[in-house]
């Protein structure tokens, strides 16, 4: 599985951004999906993930009433959509995939395959 996001740009305090991420190969359907991010000197942090269905989601409190997750089976392809963003949300965003079908992790070493990232900068 091969992924790809976009969407990562600079913008204002309190404005919106809408990231995406692409899959190639077939099997997208099946997998659960995720964003995570990471700033200078931390750790890549979990933010959203969601099941092969889109029935079954979880958000950081971090995020929980900002960002929404969702998912096109038909278009390969995952959202992060940024609402209310704020300084802290500075960081590099990135798309994970994992074909464990019994849970929805939130930990980054259940996860397979990792796109490059795409950067978000918020500006106060």
């Known amino acids: 599985v091969t992924l790809r996001e976009s969407g990562g740009e600079l913008a204002q305090a309190g404005a919106s951004l809408r990231l995406s991420c692409v899959a190639t190969?077939?099997?997208?359907?099946?997998?659960?999906m995720a964003w995570f991010r990471r700033t200078p000197g931390k750790e890549r942090e979990f933010v959203a993930a969601i099941n092969a269905r889109g029935d079954l989601i979880y958000y950081s409190d971090s995020v929980k009433g900002r960002f929404t997750i969702g998912r096109d089976n038909v278009a390969n392809t995952v959202f992060l959509q940024m609402d209310g963003l704020e300084p802290e949300d500075t960081a590099d965003y990135y798309c994970a995939a994992t074909a464990i079908e019994y849970e929805l992790p939130t930990l980054e070493r259940r996860y397979d395959w990792w796109g490059q990232g795409t950067h978000v900068t918020v500006s106060s």
């Open positions: 190969g077939r099997m997208f359907s099946r997998y659960a």
